[in-house]
């Protein structure tokens, strides 16, 4: 923090910005800070007021961005100039209607200067923007749809990784259940078979539950970030290079069931 490395204490750091530097009591910054809000129309369930700390038409340009943020336990929409990075108005709100209203008060000269918008996946961001920059093309956020992407090809890898584990413990209880019939013939008819059931395993050695267990962290690096033992794991995936001939100590006692 800066006030570790000032070697002061946090309230005194925070009074010199806010009370010296800042002076964020004093009625002109008050004035500036608050001089946009607005009241909400009851007719939306509103009837209080709106904060919007930040409005600068000069600051809308061709590109923007529309995202939310998280401060001081308030949610606010931040539209922000994707060139400059300059925030072109910040509101204490993430509703539709409310939204529209603070964004409808830089006038459609400013507005129509938007091209792009880009925004998360957020079907109430995706109304706003339709209703104010109608001529503008929407992009989805790289982040989000990343994040989207990411989420679900770990759900897909778990619903992998529980249907192995089932397929693991089906063979086992089966084959515990054939032992117990081999065991009851006569000594002349018996079969040879062990009583533990060993698991198959895949090239490097693992399950295909333990592969598909440990590659979680895998699934977020590219090809060519991959080491050598890591590397191996991805070719491992097809069930016909599964092998019960490679040592692997994931076996089942098929008297009781368990690993």
């Not at 809308?60 to 401060?71: F, L, N, S, T």
């Not at 054939?178 to 065991?183: G, I, L, Q, R, T």
């Amino acid at each position: 923090m800066i006030s570790d490395v000032l070697q002061v204490k946090y309230d005194t750091l925070r009074h010199w910005v806010r009370d010296c530097i800042l002076q964020i009591d004093s009625p002109e910054v008050q004035e500036e800070l608050h001089g946009m809000d607005f009241g909400t129309p009851k007719v939306y369930g509103g009837g209080g007021t709106v904060g919007v700390p930040v409005f600068r038409p000069e600051d809308v340009g061709e590109h923007m961005a529309v995202d939310e943020k998280y401060i001081g336990q308030e949610f606010y929409t931040v539209l922000t100039n994707a060139d400059t990075g300059r925030i072109a108005m910040m509101c204490r709100s993430m509703d539709y209607p409310t939204l529209v209203v603070a964004l409808l008060r830089f006038g459609c000269e400013t507005l129509d200067r938007v091209k792009t918008v880009t925004r998360d996946l957020s079907t109430t961001f995706e109304s706003v923007c339709t209703m104010v920059f109608p001529g503008a093309v929407q992009t989805a956020d790289k982040f989000h749809v990343v994040m989207h992407l990411t989420k679900a090809l770990q759900d897909y890898r778990v619903r992998l990784k529980k249907e192995a584990e089932s397929q693991e413990k089906k063979a086992a209880k089966d084959h515990a259940a054939k032992y117990k019939a081999n065991a009851a013939k006569p000594a002349g008819e018996r079969l040879p078979m062990k009583k533990k059931y060993r698991v198959p395993t895949l090239p490097n050695g693992e399950t295909r539950a333990e592969m598909l267990h440990r590659c979680r962290y895998l699934l977020y690096k590219s090809p060519q970030d991959w080491t050598d033992t890591s590397a191996s794991g991805p070719n491992c995936f097809s069930p016909t290079t599964q092998t019960s001939a490679t040592p692997t100590t994931s076996t089942y006692d098929s008297a009781k069931g368990t690993p």
